[in-house]
């Protein structure tokens, strides 16, 4: 077992494809899914535990992968963690709506809670990288709530004393939502001849799969930078 990837945030947008790309990825050898349901995804690379986000640092992970074991496949995978005999990189697009959500309360416990309770979570299983999904304009004293939510995230996640940590800051993402969102679709038509055009590369719409080809790219190269910020700019190149 050399290197396992923790992903959180697999049913959105850029999770979703970031799930299936670390599964094509042959330099991670397990990838372990935490979120507060299965998909019905099923791959030999692929291991699943749900469970209550909110308690999540109070998950006994041993006990739930081997409640999923049959036949001891997931040995390897247990040991590996226990022992600290694998590389761990932890990948994170959790996120939300306040209109999903149902208010700014509920959206902050998932866009800033779940978010730092997996770094801290990944952190204590040794995870040496986490790979973050933030906002283009995340800032911690922006009016904009949104954007003051994910700039708090971003300083909270420095604290963490990972080996690396990337923040990516995509702008508008394109992709194949489950719902529907009216702002992101007129914003999307407004936007998409900066695409064709490739102009405007700071601010243009960028494709889901640009941003997991970038954050798994960033997880695999070697750099001595302990925090660094990934603009849109520089994942419209993936």
């Not at 074991?69 to 694998?86: C, T």
């Amino acid at each position: 077992m050399k290197k396992i990837a923790f992903i959180s945030g697999t049913s959105g947008l850029i999770g979703m494809q970031l799930m299936h790309q670390l599964i094509k990825d042959s330099t991670y050898d397990m990838v372990v899914s935490v979120g507060r349901r299965k998909l019905t995804l099923k791959h030999s690379k692929l291991v699943q535990v749900e469970g209550d986000l909110t308690k999540l640092e109070e998950w006994d992970l041993e006990a739930k992968l081997r409640s999923e074991d049959l036949g001891g496949i997931m040995f390897p995978l247990v040991e590996a963690i226990q022992n600290r005999k694998a590389e761990i990189h932890a990948f994170c697009s959790l996120g939300t709506t306040i209109k999903t959500a149902g208010s700014q309360a509920k959206f902050y416990e998932v866009d800033h809670d779940y978010v730092l309770n997996f770094a801290r979570w990944t952190f204590g299983l040794g995870a040496s990288k986490f790979l973050y999904v933030s906002a283009m304009g995340a800032n911690p004293q922006s009016s904009i709530f949104y954007n003051k939510v994910k700039g708090e995230v971003e300083e909270d996640l420095k604290v963490i004393p990972f080996d690396y940590l990337g923040l990516f800051q995509p702008s508008l993402l394109l992709g194949n939502r489950r719902e529907f969102r009216f702002g992101e679709e007129v914003a999307k038509i407004v936007t998409k001849p900066l695409v064709w055009l490739k102009l405007a590369k700071k601010y243009r719409p960028i494709h889901d799969y640009q941003v997991a080809k970038a954050m798994i790219s960033y997880a695999n190269q070697l750099t001595y930078k302990k925090v660094e910020v990934i603009p849109s700019k520089e994942m419209q190149n993936y």
